[in-house]
């Protein structure tokens, strides 16, 4: 008996881990892409809210509750979902917040339970910054490419097996005030940090 219930408890737990890690697609919706490239692509979903898309993901993730004002909310969200053949996970998800008027300037979070690419080339050319609470991000400033002033610094971090990135993306910010923004929404990210 007390093998029969060691087995079913086993099963359970393994059935719920299971269940936990996929995508629940129940409230999503499929994005068609007009961009077909004829290559197998992850298949895009949008939500009808943030909350619905946070809700479906297998993992966890805060997104920061005090944006300035002047970006609104996460309003953007698109779900990927690349179907890996080994454990059919490997989500993704991008947030984004836009400001109004011509000197658009956005900011996005993204965050997948895998790695796109080597973390440790992503963060070649970072600063790391440890937190408080000893969790380390890595702050990456950004290259002026697109034109003067132009900015896009991100910060990127592990939490949980989750890769997370914020980014910044615009144009006449003061780059130590960008920083700081980045940083203060990273602090309402990051778990257990004050």
């Given at each position: 008996?007390?093998?029969?219930?060691?087995?079913?408890?086993?099963?359970?737990?393994?059935?719920?881990?299971?269940?936990?890690?996929?995508?629940?697609?129940?409230?999503l919706k499929v994005?068609?892409?007009?961009?077909?490239?004829?290559?197998?692509?992850?298949?895009?979903?949008?939500?009808?809210?943030?909350?619905e898309a946070l809700?479906?993901?297998?993992?966890?993730?805060?997104?920061?509750?005090?944006?300035?004002?002047?970006?609104?909310?996460?309003?953007?969200?698109?779900?990927?979902?690349?179907?890996?053949?080994?454990?059919?996970?490997?989500?993704?998800?991008?947030?984004?917040?836009?400001?109004?008027?011509?000197?658009?300037?956005?900011?996005?979070?993204?965050?997948?339970?895998?790695?796109?690419?080597?973390?440790?080339?992503?963060?070649?050319?970072?600063?790391?910054?440890?937190?408080?609470?000893?969790?380390?991000?890595?702050?990456?400033?950004?290259?002026?490419?697109?034109?003067e002033g132009f900015?896009?610094?991100?910060?990127?971090?592990?939490?949980?097996?989750?890769?997370?990135?914020?980014?910044?993306?615009?144009?006449?910010?003061?780059?130590?005030?960008?920083?700081?923004?980045?940083?203060?929404?990273?602090?309402?990210?990051?778990?257990?940090?004050?």
């Amino acid at each position: 008996m007390k093998a029969y219930i060691g087995v079913l408890a086993t099963a359970l737990l393994v059935g719920c881990q299971s269940e936990a890690a996929t995508l629940n697609t129940d409230h999503l919706k499929v994005y068609q892409d007009a961009h077909d490239t004829g290559e197998e692509q992850p298949t895009m979903y949008k939500a009808n809210s943030v909350e619905e898309a946070l809700e479906s993901l297998p993992f966890q993730l805060r997104i920061p509750t005090d944006l300035p004002e002047t970006y609104g909310s996460f309003d953007s969200v698109l779900i990927s979902d690349f179907k890996d053949p080994e454990d059919k996970q490997d989500i993704g998800i991008s947030l984004t917040a836009f400001t109004e008027g011509r000197d658009k300037k956005s900011i996005a979070i993204f965050a997948a339970d895998f790695e796109l690419v080597d973390f440790e080339q992503l963060i070649q050319h970072s600063k790391e910054i440890k937190l408080s609470n000893g969790q380390k991000v890595f702050y990456s400033a950004s290259s002026n490419k697109e034109g003067e002033g132009f900015q896009s610094p991100s910060v990127y971090w592990i939490e949980d097996g989750v890769l997370h990135e914020i980014s910044h993306a615009g144009v006449g910010d003061n780059s130590e005030q960008v920083k700081e923004l980045l940083m203060d929404l990273v602090s309402q990210m990051v778990r257990g940090y004050k």
